[in-house]
């Protein structure tokens, strides 16, 4: 790679993705930017016919996109292929939220796949001042306007609520702006969103992701003893036990195969709690093609305990190369066999 970008590194590394080759690297590009002060990009690539390197030139495009997006999942506000103005921190609801929102500072999310048509659009926000607004644009900062929400105050950085208005014009495949609007200085936060209506039918492929039907569904993943827990519950009248683990990737299972789409994005959200000791629990889904088996990280690793439930959730595009045989979505841990409770599941 030529030096370019306004700094003398990039710290390059490579990954294989979904039959693609991706060069990884950061460069001083952006305002502000230089040798010390860095941000991340990527380029994708293609070998030789010698098997060697080309000469990869940085870009302002990046990599092409692997799939669409499903706004009628709920995704998290850091979902963002560009950025203006805006900064990300810890949120008090677990994961991180966007801040330091100002007027006139926008998130852009590349190919989001609206179907026949949104007709709502929620957020989480949190306010300490007046609050402002989300101008909900398509296919630029100044594009179409398909809905305005107004944000309140809250009372705080953190005291979260949701606010919700009304869509119209959103159809077919589009890139999303949200574009934030109101007074001087900081407006709200932003946790997640999600888009509602005809477009697109949000159905959790798990069975029996409540446990209110006893373990129907579920299944053991490796080793271990599946049973329904009526003293302790998330919602409802019980939760999912798993004892007896003898690895780390043990866990409450169900073959989802028949349910995935290639190249769509889920929204995962499960409710864990550990029956002893201080784990680290993660959703992960098995996928099996071609007689090639990998594993896609589906949430996070989140410490749970004794004392109370923990949510695990992410959003993760699921696709594969070839012809798929086998997916299993399940709850593991990080390391270590502790015993855990789940409740309340959703794959979404």
């Known amino acids: 790679m030529p030096r370019q970008g306004a700094s003398f590194t990039n710290h390059a590394g490579v990954i294989d993705f979904q039959g693609g080759s991706y060069f990884f690297y950061h460069n001083g590009a952006l305002p502000g930017g230089s040798g010390y002060t860095r941000s991340v ?9 010698g098997g060697m390197f080309p000469t990869i030139n940085m870009t302002t495009t990046g990599a092409p996109q692997v799939g669409t997006l499903n706004p009628y999942v709920r995704q998290e506000a850091e979902t963002i292929a560009w950025g203006s103005g805006i900064e990300t921190e810890v949120s008090s ?37 007046s609050g402002g607004r989300i101008e909900v ?10 809905g305005t929400c107004i944000v309140g105050g809250t ?6 609520s949701t606010t919700t208005c009304a869509i119209s014009g959103a159809t077919g495949t589009h890139d999303l702006y949200l574009r934030f609007a109101g007074g001087s200085g900081n407006l709200f936060n932003i946790n997640w969103w999600q888009f509602g209506g005809t477009g697109g039918t949000v159905t959790n492929l798990l069975t029996n992701g409540d446990v209110e039907n006893g373990t129907t569904g579920w299944a053991v993943h490796g080793s271990g003893t599946l049973s329904r827990n009526t003293s302790v519950a998330h919602g409802g009248s019980g939760s999912l036990s798993i004892t007896g683990r003898t690895g780390a990737w043990n866990g409450p299972g169900q073959d989802v195969t028949a ?14 709690r550990a029956q002893g000791g201080t784990p680290s629990a993660k959703a992960t889904l098995s996928l099996t ?18 004392n109370g439930w923990t949510l695990l959730t992410g959003t993760t595009t699921v696709s594969w190369s ?11 841990t990080a390391e270590g066999t502790d015993s855990l409770l789940v409740d309340d599941a959703s794959f979404q």
Request: charged residues 10%.
């Open 322 to 332: 070839g012809t798929l045989t086998s997916a299993t979505f399940y709850v593991e």
């Open 93 to 129: 609801e677990g994961g991180m939220n966007v801040g330091w929102i100002e007027n006139g500072d926008h998130i852009k999310v590349k190919g989001v796949a609206f179907g026949a048509g949104a007709t709502s659009f929620s957020a989480r926000v949190a306010s300490a001042t």
């Open 259 to 272: 349910r995935l789409t290639n190249g769509r994005s889920h929204t995962t959200n499960v409710w864990v």
């Open 41 to 49: 990009a990527v380029e994708k690539f293609t070998y030789t016919s």
């Open 155 to 160: 009372g705080g950085w953190q005291a979260w």
């Open 289 to 306: 093609a071609n007689g090639t088996t990998n594993y896609l990280q589906l949430t996070p690793a989140v410490g749970v305990n004794v």
């Open 137 to 146: 644009r398509l296919d630029s900062a100044n594009g179409p306007t398909v």
